[in-house]
């Protein structure tokens, strides 16, 4: 998804566009509810590192963030899911988004509450017990 305004600056860029239309069968709406105004759809190359794929760009009339969409940041391989998710594996760092600042609001009228830690079923102890000693022992050993 990219707004008018990114979509006018690609055009100006000479942006190589695959395939372009005006209409779409789909509808859009906004986390809050709204419909978004959608103008139109391109196609076109995306690169991170050495992946590449073709993928679909929603334009809209609101002003907002890029979005990446499901499918093709599993092609890119920037979302990974399946059954190793938890496996710590070395990778080459993330690009980093440029310009971009985010914030995490903190509401200081809050008191912050401690929650009770919660019990591990008695079928998993065994398995949670020798995972944490097998992390320990790892930990150990960087040292």
């Known amino acids: 998804m990219v707004d008018l305004a990114t979509w006018q600056y690609l055009k100006s ?4 566009v695959l395939n372009q239309r005006s209409s779409t069968d789909k509808d ?11 103008v139109g759809i391109f196609e076109a190359k995306i690169e991170i590192g ?7 760009f929603y334009v809209f009339n609101e002003p907002g963030k890029l979005l990446l969409g499901f499918e093709t940041a599993i092609k890119l391989e920037v979302l990974k899911m399946g059954e190793n998710i938890s496996q710590i594996q070395e990778c080459e760092e993330m690009s980093k988004i440029k310009g971009v600042t985010i914030s995490l609001p903190i509401d200081r009228q809050v008191t912050p509450v401690v929650q009770p830690y919660r019990r591990i079923p008695i079928a998993l102890e065994d398995a949670v017990e020798k995972k944490s000693r097998s992390c320990c022992d790892w930990a150990l050993l960087k040292r």
């Open 13 to 16: 860029k000479s942006i190589q």
């Open 50 to 56: 050495s992946r590449e794929t073709i993928a679909d």
């Open 28 to 38: 859009f709406v906004a986390f809050g509810g709204g419909r978004l105004s959608f």
